[in-house]
DNA sequence: GAGAGACTACTCGGATACAGTCTGTCCGAGTAAATCCGG
DNA sequence: CCGGATTTACTCGGACAGACTGTATCCGAGTAGTCTCTC
């Protein structure tokens, strides 16, 4: 059980649409050759990011994407349920329905009344993973980026991202 | 991004198995049609488990699993790891280093000192998730069931595995 | 009645098959900026 | 010099293929109880 290639690109893909002027746009192509991924993969991952209105595209040429709204107001999570899903990461199928001692009629004992307590104890964690990552916005890369990297390369890297 | 179906019949197995009498062993048939689960995968399942000493085993008829050790000192990060492996949900392929930007020989950028701080945030989340499966322990869930399901079935389900 | 051997029921592990998802590529349609061209 | 047509560069969406994983089944080898058969 393991996280899609696609959450890590487009968290990287995030940080660097946080770290640009407000308002720029970044072409797929851009953000492609910048990760060394391949360009019609991502492009994928960015649809995600669109659809879950994260992110604002425009066609034409100078088109791309750029953030849809401040970066501290998107989290970890936003970006991660965009291109992963929002379901939780386990799934009851109430087995325990299959206990031959329990009568056909006996619905009601496995009823949405009584969650199954082993299904409650994996909620709680997913919810748990959950919570961290609602807590940690985009921004907090930035900053931890922009505190670690020498200023001349953190320069360069902003600079190859705009036009002329 | 989804846990095995294994995972919850695991789980499902290790209740039943902590409920019953200690040291009775428990086939997998009997497990499997308890469950309604297809036997031979199942079986599978409860390998695992057995592989990672949470259960052991006896061959030849009366055989089965019964648990290696105290149902309170099994939790279910014991299990689903036991199953789903014990690797992090998310791995971090540094992506960062691909940066044009940076010097060939800057790899010490991006060494292990400072580690990138997209998949430290992924990690933190991967262990608050573990944390609350590692503080629940099998025993927890008997415990609920045994207050929850009405007296007779309960009995019923116990004397269902129990030969005679 | 006792002991040896055959039998049975189970676990264990490997081999195999199938479906679904992940990864990656290709292409056509639509769009907006830039360029070109004719008046 | 200006306005309309063409070109260009991008997004978007669908179709498709290959690899990997999850799900499921089957079978043979090994083992421990049970049964049978012989003395």
Redesign the pocket.
Known sequence: ?QL???VEWALHCCTILAALPDGQYV???ALAEFHR?????L??A??AL??AELVE?????????RLARAADKITFLDVVEAV?GKGPNFVCTEIRANNPCLPAGAKSLVSKARPCGIASVMYRADRAWRDVLAQTPISSIVSTLERDLPPKFWRETLDWFSPD
């Open positions: 059980m899609k290639n696609q072409s797929t192509k991924v391949p360009k019609e993969y492009s994928k960015l649809q669109s659809q595209s425009t066609l034409g040429p100078t088109g791309g994407y992963e």
